[in-house]
Each structure stands twice: as structure tokens, then as C-alpha cells.
């Protein structure tokens, strides 16, 4: 159950959380999946449109590449990555 007070700080909050989804788990068979269903925190109005990209890419950048900046080379998202981390 969720109080009023607190949904009201989860859609007004800029915090830094990150999606935590298990897409490179052996049994997800259909990574999509999971990422339909980060959209539903913005269906159910948790987060705005705007809000799903810093959870699922921006945050998590920040997050694994403040902390070791060689994190995303040589991956599928080395270039958006450092593009992100630059001038931190």
C-alpha cells in the first residue's frame, strides 16, 4: 500500500534511483520484458516521461562510471556513456 505523502515524493523527487532488472539473468529469455515494465512506474504516474531515461540510462552511468570510469569501455554503450560522464 502506498500513502499519498509518499507517492506524492516519488513524482516530485529527482533522486538518483536506478532500474535494477535482471536482464542479463540466464532465465530472462525476453530482455524487452523488463523494460515494459519500467514503463509502468510512468502509467502509474511515479515518474514522468521525462524521468524514465535518467532511471534506466542516466543514473545508472553515473552511478557504475562515477565509481570506475573504465566501467563502460569497450561496451555497447561506451560512446553515450562517456558523453554522459563528461565534466563530472
Not at 535494477?20 to 523488463?34: E, L, N, P, R, T
Not at 510512468?42 to 570510469?69: C, H, K, T, Y
Request: include cysteine; charge should be positive.
Amino acid at each position: 500500500m502506498r500513502t499519498p505523502s509518499i507517492v506524492r515524493r516519488i513524482r516530485t523527487a529527482r533522486n538518483s534511483t536506478c532500474c535494477s532488472a535482471h536482464i542479463g539473468h540466464f532465465d530472462v529469455q525476453d530482455m524487452s520484458k523488463s523494460f515494459r515494465e519500467a514503463y509502468e512506474l510512468v502509467e502509474e504516474q511515479l515518474i514522468s516521461e521525462d524521468g524514465l531515461p535518467r532511471f534506466m540510462f542516466v543514473n545508472p552511468v553515473r552511478f557504475w562510471g562515477d565509481a570506475n570510469p573504465n566501467f563502460f569501455r569497450a561496451r555497447r554503450v561506451e560512446k553515450q556513456a562517456a558523453a554522459l560522464l563528461v565534466g563530472r
